[in-house]
């Protein structure tokens, strides 16, 4: 530690040094204090000499003792502090604003240091504080909002705030911040200065946003250390691998990345380490890789650079298909390469692409067929293809000659007879173009070339339901491409040729979209549920790190084409199996070359890992040492025994006191903890109250608070149950056993107990607690269960019967209702011990989601959950917290009429 690190808040309190001489004198001047002795007999006094003596002194050891006693409080007075940190004027409060967009994840750390440091001032110079964020948040039930300006907060407060405080997925809005500003005129008045947490990215609205803020205070811009932005724009599947396009500043120097592809659950399937060359602001990789690895891949990220710009996900897009082409056994090469060149140039970037017979596809089980005309070879494989449509393959057709019929099997719709001819000779007619596709079609939002034009198509009978079979139609209405469901496969039929005879729609970049539409339908691991969904729902979301986590219920689903992420529209993966879709943060960001320019009278700093630290607390303690030093010391030298008389007992007692004294408060200085978490444990212990475990994941912390509190309400309009607030409680740190229910939801990357946490857990359950584990996506066999809570004492899990008492002990149910309607699973034998109540329930279905009320909480609320599956939500909730509170008492009622038989005998 070096001395010119230390400042005095209060130097002026240093004068009092100077009386220190003066101390020093009077207690070496002092005489030390007599001796009381039993005076002798007179004749022992003859013949003594009379001698003078000098008073005796006090011991050079106890003057600097005190000395040095008064000098630490002196300096304390003073308060000296290490570090010190002049972010801003000492006049006035502080408004800190925190860019907690996108770009702010990769140096969140380092954001959260600067956080403390700037409280850690406030609280040495007494300022309060405001706090702004940059990132929006949803608001409403559909809608987003920049959060308001939080203030004025003590720095007790504002850290609390901050240690909520996360980076967002999305970008920051500064003219919604802007506006904010401007409204806040009250305190526009007492801020003495702004702080601004902020990396050196120029996005728009940040420098004007810098120009109106130095109207209202002195700004100091607080920079990450490391200016080094990164992200994945794209990621494009190639014949030989893959090619990602990576967007970052302009470096100096060249610098040196790798690039992970994760697999399944994480598995790192690739680490590629590339150069970025220096001065430049965009980089293409080339990597190689064979077909089935690259098809495994579920993400591609930026080794150490944790961000959801640095992470691209892939979804159904990303999978290479297998598509046979059927062709007849006596075709020649060269008739294949003239009549399927646009198709195979269509197909082959995305799809192994095989030319054969129909008996031989069927046999290595690809998953698209693509027939053109009459199917060949339809006759003795006519069972063979109907199975493996019906099993889940998807069957593509496409008009054949026009002097060739395509048949009237396997077809969506039914067709008439000869085809439609216009824009020729012989026809009045001119050429169709395309209408924009329906909103039910998977081609919503490609946007159509103005010159692609039919000139000839198949014709489509009538039907009732020919709108819902329609892809594609022409101006005129007439169906272009049509599809429907065949138990899990799919029947899709192109009415024109897949050569350029009938249009110029092969021809075109639209054909190739067309298929990287067409493809992700053909799912080989998951067929075809039959219907093709509009709204795609969120699967999985990333926060602002790159991480992957369930959807709460603020998340929307999502519809084509795609936006940019938002707060209702996180990136993430929205739809299920083929249809699923990938919505990544970087192909919608804009250039991160270019660093901001702030205006002329901002002052820029660097963060640092320098907090600024306290030394008058350090200063008294050691000041209350050496004193409680001092008092054991004297009596050690006088032999001071606890049984002398009253005046000897009063002096000892007086300097044990002190000793006591200054131990605890030592103990107090040292002591992080307060009194707040006694009064916590006081409060849970004389009030029941639910709680759940805390994750660490702001969004699903929040929904679970939010759903038990809502239970909670349910139970105080409906039953007797008059329960305290919820608390969110972390099994490593806080007593348990004041809560008779504990809802614990599962998270992605959870990371395992400490042994600390695991005896806490066993020991709740084994003393009557009760824990509902939820997965929150109906996922409910219990060997995941056992897989992520390895070390804990589970028991034994069985799906419960339909006549269980959680079922009766209110209402009268007979599923786990929840925002899904999935098995629920508990102890296959309860302890009896506990009155055979089951400790450990399991299931997946989001029942904190269920559990919300919808008053005042818009924005948290699910929207794909009816009002009567919440209503039976609640009741379920119900029946489980009197399940828990009264045991299986329910369980006697039900058998009372054998009991009383019995009791008869």
């Given at each position: 530690m070096s001395l010119s690190a230390i400042t005095f808040l209060y130097p002026a309190m240093l004068a009092g040094l100077m009386v220190l001489p003066i101390v020093w004198l009077l207690i070496r001047s002092a005489p030390r204090a007599p001796k009381q002795i039993t005076f002798p007999a007179a004749r022992l006094l003859r013949g003594l000499k009379s001698q003078r003596r000098d008073v005796q002194r006090a011991p050079i050891w106890q003057t600097i003792l005190r000395c040095l006693i008064l000098t630490l409080l002196i300096v304390a007075a003073a308060r000296p502090v290490m570090n010190r940190n002049e972010f801003a004027q000492n006049n006035g409060a502080i408004l800190i604003i925190v860019d907690n967009g996108w770009s702010s994840a990769p140096e969140w750390s380092q954001y959260r240091s600067a956080l403390d440091q700037i409280i850690n001032k406030a609280r040495f110079d007494l300022q309060s504080v405001y706090i702004?964020?940059?990132?929006?948040?949803?608001?409403?039930?559909?809608?987003?909002?920049?959060?308001?300006?939080?203030?004025?907060?003590?720095?007790?407060?504002?850290?609390?705030l901050i240690g909520r405080l996360q980076p967002r997925p999305w970008a920051a809005d500064y003219f919604a911040l802007s506006d904010l500003i401007s409204n806040q005129q009250e305190m526009n008045t007492t801020i003495g200065s702004v702080l601004w947490l902020s990396d050196q990215m120029a996005n728009p609205g940040k420098s004007e946003l810098a120009e109106e803020l130095l109207q209202i205070a002195p700004i100091t811009v607080i920079e990450p250390t490391i200016n080094d932005r990164i992200a994945v724009r794209s990621l494009i599947r190639s014949r030989t691998g893959l090619i990602a396009t990576l967007s970052h500043n302009r470096g100096d120097t060249a610098r040196t990345i790798n690039l992970l592809a994760r697999g399944e659950r994480g598995s790192v399937l690739l680490r590629h380490n590339a150069e970025i060359a220096a001065d430049?602001?965009?980089?293409?990789?080339?990597?190689?890789?064979?077909?089935?690895?690259?098809?495994a891949i579920q993400t591609v990220g930026i080794e150490g650079r944790e961000s959801a710009a640095t992470v691209f996900q892939t979804g159904a897009r990303w999978q290479q298909r297998r598509v046979g082409v059927i062709v007849s056994s006596g075709d020649s090469p060269a008739v294949l390469s003239d009549r399927y060149f646009f198709l195979d140039r269509a197909l082959s970037p995305y799809a192994d692409?095989?030319?054969?017979?129909?008996?031989?596809?069927?046999?290595?089980?690809?998953?698209?067929?693509?027939?053109?005309?009459?199917?060949?070879?339809?006759?003795?494989q006519h069972k063979n293809l109907e199975r493996w449509v019906n099993d889940g393959g998807m069957l593509v057709r496409f008009a054949g000659d026009s002097s060739t019929e395509i048949g009237n099997e396997f077809l969506p719709v039914t067709l008439r007879l000869g085809n439609r001819d216009f824009g020729g000779s012989m026809s009045w007619e001119k050429p169709k173009r395309l209408l924009d596709f329906p909103e039910t079609s998977p081609f919503f939002g490609i946007t159509i070339p103005p010159e692609?034009?039919?000139?000839?198509?198949?014709?489509?009978?009538?039907d009732p339901d020919i709108l819902s079979k329609t892809w594609a139609r022409l101006t005129d209405g007439t169906p272009l491409i049509t599809s429907s469901a065949q138990n899990a496969g799919r029947l899709v039929l192109f009415h024109v040729?897949?050569?350029?005879?009938?249009?110029?729609?092969?021809?075109?970049?639209?054909?190739?979209?067309?298929?990287?539409?067409?493809?992700?339908?053909?799912?080989?691991?998951?067929?075809?549920?039959?219907?093709?969904?509009?709204?795609?729902?969120?699967?999985?979301?990333?926060?602002?790190?790159?991480?992957?986590?369930?959807?709460?219920?603020?998340?929307?689903?999502?519809?084509?084409?795609?936006?940019?992420?938002?707060?209702?529209?996180p990136p993430g993966i929205y739809g299920e199996n083929g249809q699923a879709v990938a919505l990544n943060l970087g192909p919608f960001l804009g250039s991160l070359a270019n660093d901001v320019t702030w205006p002329s009278g901002i002052d820029k700093r660097k963060i640092t890992d320098h907090n600024q630290i306290d030394l008058a607390a350090l200063c008294l303690i050691g000041a209350l040492l050496l004193l409680v030093i001092d008092g054991l010391t004297l009596l050690a030298v006088h032999h001071v025994s606890l049984r002398r008389n009253r005046q000897s007992n009063a002096a000892t007692s007086t300097l044990i006191?002190?000793?006591?004294?200054?131990?605890?408060?030592?103990?107090?200085?040292?002591?992080?903890?307060?009194?707040?978490?006694?009064a916590t444990l006081q409060e849970a212990a004389l009030s029941p109250r639910l709680a759940y475990f805390e994750t660490g994941v702001a969004p699903v912390d929040r929904l679970s608070q939010a759903g038990m509190a809502g239970l909670t309400e349910i139970l105080r309009r409906r039953s007797a149950a008059d329960l305290s607030s919820v608390d969110g409680v972390n099994p490593e740190t806080d007593e348990l056993s004041f809560y008779p229910l504990i809802y614990w939801p599962l998270v992605d990357g959870q990371k395992p107990?400490?042994?600390?946490?695991?005896?806490?857990?066993?020991?709740?359950?084994?003393?009557?607690?009760?824990?509902?584990?939820?997965?929150?996506?109906?996922?409910v066999e219990p060997a995941r269960l056992r897989r992520l809570l390895a070390g804990l004492e589970i028991p034994i899990l069985d799906r419960a019967p339909s006549d269980h008492i959680v079922f009766r002990s209110f209402y009268l149910l007979d599923h786990a209702y929840g925002r899904f309607s999935a098995p629920i699973w508990l102890d296959a034998r309860p302890d009896q011990r506990l009155d055979g109540v089951a400790s450990v329930l399991f299931g997946g279905n989001d029942w904190a989601s269920a559990w919300m009320l919808p008053e005042g909480r818009e924005e948290m609320r699910a929207e794909d959950i009816s009002p009567r599956q919440r209503e039976m939500a609640f009741r379920f909730g119900v029946n489980l917290v009197m399940y828990a509170l009264t045991g299986s008492y329910k369980g006697?009622?039900?058998?009372?009429?054998?009991?009383?038989?019995r009791l008869g005998r």
């Open positions: 702004a964020r940059t990132a929006p948040e949803a608001a409403g039930a559909t809608t987003w909002k920049l959060p308001d300006i939080v203030g004025p907060l003590s720095p007790r407060g504002a850290q609390d430049t602001e965009q980089t293409e990789l080339t990597v190689l890789l064979p077909s089935d690895i690259a098809n692409v095989i030319y054969q017979p129909l008996g031989k596809l069927l046999e290595q089980k690809v998953d698209v067929l693509v027939a053109t005309g009459p199917i060949s070879g339809l006759g003795s692609i034009t039919i000139t000839r198509q198949l014709l489509a009978e009538p040729t897949p050569w350029a005879d009938w249009s110029n729609l092969p021809m075109s970049g639209l054909f190739v979209e067309l298929w990287q539409r067409i493809l992700p339908l053909a799912s080989p691991s998951n067929p075809n549920s039959g219907e093709l969904q509009t709204s795609l729902p969120p699967q999985s979301v990333l926060d602002g790190f790159g991480q992957a986590h369930q959807p709460d219920a603020m998340i929307l689903p999502l519809r084509a084409p795609l936006a940019t992420p938002t707060p209702r529209h006191a002190l000793a006591m004294l200054g131990t605890s408060t030592i103990t107090v200085l040292l002591s992080s903890t307060t009194d707040g978490n006694a107990f400490s042994e600390r946490a695991r005896d806490r857990l066993n020991k709740y359950l084994e003393n009557g607690g009760m824990i509902l584990i939820d997965s929150r996506d109906r996922e006697d009622q039900v058998h009372l009429p054998a009991i009383l038989e």
